[in-house]
């Protein structure tokens, strides 16, 4: 209706100034479907429009299928402005898809983390961690602390995990082994002990939540902000702070498009989207980290895995991987996991 809509006022726009026809344009965002969309629509996209005039069209799919359009679309970009994960924006750097960010447009960026300025193309808008999540009811004994504890015979059988992105479990694996995503060949033996408390491994965030309520896997390598979700669902959900390494941080960013013509009203999408109320409003309906140090955590969120607030937290709570070594290493930790981990 909205596309129509404009189609059916081309001949109006043709009779106003340039500048406002460009601002009658909707800047068009590539982003995850479902509720990552429907978030991004509500809590940064309205008040971007109510601001500025300008209205926000979507173009979805998942991170990967959105960087091969991205390639082919290059001379003609197809979108004015992308989310995606921050080791995947290394993907684009090197193609060119994202153009360099003049920080000066963008007020709110001077109040964000060190950490969430990913490179001089792409700023982090919320974090989160993979970590372990479980339910006390059905696993009984000693709490989970660390990361090590996932090996304990006793939960053998239990343990579900991401087989879409095994990054965090390799990582983890070769980080108490001595390595880390450089050296991660050093935890592969690490990782070969654990299979036999695999129980299920997901590609979905649904999918995930699902083994975890009907207790298939009831302890998970999982994004923090699933188990907020299913916390705040009435579920007996214990999200942990592992001693040992921490969670694997994830921040997902924006980047603006090179070639698209539309760079300022991006720029203003960005700089909303960094601001300390549209933060806030993504902590509250994501239960993920503000990147912005200034907006507050609500007090049940407030110190968890994944909610970082203050620079010793970004510091101390989590481990960054390289962004640019996973991105060109994810395809061989994908087949590396699938055929020594996922095979029978």
């Not at 033996?189 to 299920?200: C, G, H």
Request: glycine letters at 8%; charged letters at 25%; hydrophobic letters at 40%.
């Amino acid at each position: 209706m909205r596309r129509r809509a404009f189609i059916s006022g081309l001949s109006t726009l043709a009779l106003l100034p340039a500048s406002q026809v460009r601002a009658a344009e909707p800047l068009v965002i590539s982003s995850w479907g479902g509720s990552w969309k429907d978030t991004i629509d509500r809590v940064i996209a309205k008040p971007f429009t109510a601001k500025t005039g300008i209205p926000v069209e979507f173009e979805v799919g998942g991170t990967l299928d959105r960087l091969a359009k991205a390639r082919v679309s290059k001379a003609s970009p197809l979108v004015d402005l992308t989310f995606t994960t921050s080791h995947v924006g290394r993907l684009y750097m090197s193609d060119g898809l994202f153009q360099k960010l003049d920080l000066g447009k963008i007020p709110s960026a001077t109040d964000l983390a060190r950490e969430a300025v990913r490179s001089e193309a792409h700023l982090g808008v919320w974090s989160y961690v993979y970590t372990i999540a479980y339910r006390p009811d059905l696993i009984g004994g000693p709490e989970i602390t660390k990361w090590g504890d996932l090996w304990d015979p006793r939960f053998k059988g239990k343990i579900g995990m991401p087989d879409f992105d095994p990054s965090h479990i390799i990582v983890i694996s070769a980080l108490l082994e001595g390595g880390n995503e450089i050296e991660w060949q050093k935890g592969q033996e690490r990782l070969k002990r654990l299979k036999p408390n695999v129980a299920a491994f997901f590609s979905t965030d649904a999918r995930s939540q699902d083994l975890m309520k009907t207790g298939e896997a009831p302890v998970q390598v999982m994004l923090s902000s699933n188990a907020y979700h299913l916390i705040d669902q009435g579920l007996s959900v214990k999200v942990v702070q592992p001693a040992d390494r921490g969670g694997i941080v994830g921040i997902d960013c924006m980047a603006v498009m090179a070639g698209t013509k539309k760079a300022d009203a991006a720029y203003q999408f960005i700089n909303t989207a960094l601001s300390r109320d549209v933060q806030e409003g993504l902590v509250a309906t994501l239960k993920a980290g503000p990147t912005n140090l200034k907006a507050m955590v609500p007090a049940k969120l407030k110190g968890q895995p994944g909610i970082f607030s203050t620079v010793a937290e970004w510091k101390e709570r989590g481990y960054i991987m390289d962004d640019e070594t996973r991105a060109k290493t994810l395809a061989a930790w994908k087949e590396w996991f699938n055929a020594n981990i996922v095979a029978k």
